[in-house]
């Protein structure tokens, strides 16, 4: 069997000349795969459909927004009526209350919220906002946890650098990131010799609390309360990125999950309902240091912008009206997870809607398990599925959503595909 993405071609080669490596985000240029990416032309519900009329099971899912599948209509009536009314006010609206609350109803860490435009802005205004706030300097993240690509954040960080072999951004001055520690994801005891030695100068520890851009890496039991205890010993904001995870473990995200509450949490992905829209939140005496109540300085004219407010609000709703979906979208995930599991050639990680096959036989808890794999093989695998109508993030660090759109049938073909392999 071979894709006809003639026009595909046709358009990356277009793009390659107006664009760096033809893509405005580097993991979708499929370069870790060797293939021409898809250019796409529409979607609905649980298909994505590219421009040489190719029709896919989409398990994308624009990377995680898409919880409720493409296109879903209450989302497109509200944006459409959005539009209508005007596209960007740069001042306030009662929508952004609205989503306020809407945030709030899941997150009792977010007891204030501020929107911002991307998951990157939102983890980066959050740190910031931590550092207003404790006065101190140094952040601990994990090696292959990703948040944005903030400066003192891109060190030994996940999803499009790992998916490159970038170790590191160029461009970021070592003096940003001076102020970055690092532990391994899962390694309670390195974060303890961390805290012994710098813990007074520690501003936030910030965490994926499952880690979602080195392939899925849940916690491991224990990891999370751990945290929560070490931080509040030393005075250190916690900070929850739950970009990724935030409406899609539960409508709490994972700190509901797990029943660990940080003192901060960043949302991005489907708080926007598939609009650049994200969000930093936390408890009120943190937020209230920024700017204009605080000297934490962050502005945006787009932030809360009108049309986006109205696709996250839209979401959010559906979610809130029916919790179920969680259910429905963890027994698909799970589904999927047992035919990976049949074929005995990889090791899945799940949590909830959330899972990564990857071509390794040892167990995946950090990065160094997760760097461990096949990459040849999970080649072989992206190009068989994508033959096969499906399509799959095209790295192996990137996680597999599944949505309430996806359809028992296209589950139970995309088993068989997978068994099959
Ligand atoms: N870095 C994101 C995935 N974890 C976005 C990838 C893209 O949109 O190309």
Known sequence: MSLNTERSEELFAEAKGLMPGGVNSPVRAFNAVGRTPLFIDHASGDRIFDVDGNEFIDYVCSWGPGILGHARPEVIEAVQKACAGGLTFGAPTKRESELAELIQAGSPAAEKIRLVNSGTEAVMSAVRAARGYTGRDLILK????YHG???GLLVKAGSGLLTNAVPDSAGV?????????LAEYNNVSQVEDLFSEYGDRIACVVVEPVAANMGVVPPQPGFLSALRRITAEHGT????????????LSYGGAAEYYGVKP?????GKIVGGGMPLAAYCG?????????PLGPVYQAGTLSGNPVATAAGVTTLQLLLKDKDIYRRIDEKAEKLEKAYAETGKVTVNRVGSLLSAFFTHGPVRNFTDADRTDKTAFSAYFSYMLEHSVYVAPSQYEAMFVSDAHSEDDIARTCEIIKNY
Request: charged residues 25%; negative net charge.
């Open 263 to 267: 003192d901060m949490v960043t949302y």
């Open 173 to 181: 001055p070592k003096a940003f990131t001076d102020c970055t520690l």
């Open 142 to 145: 994990f090696v292959g946890c």
């Open 283 to 291: 408890q009120r005496d943190i937020m209230d240091c920024v700017s």
């Open 149 to 151: 690509h903030s400066d």
């Open 237 to 248: 904001v916690l900070l929850f990125d739950e970009v990724i995870t935030g409406f899609r």
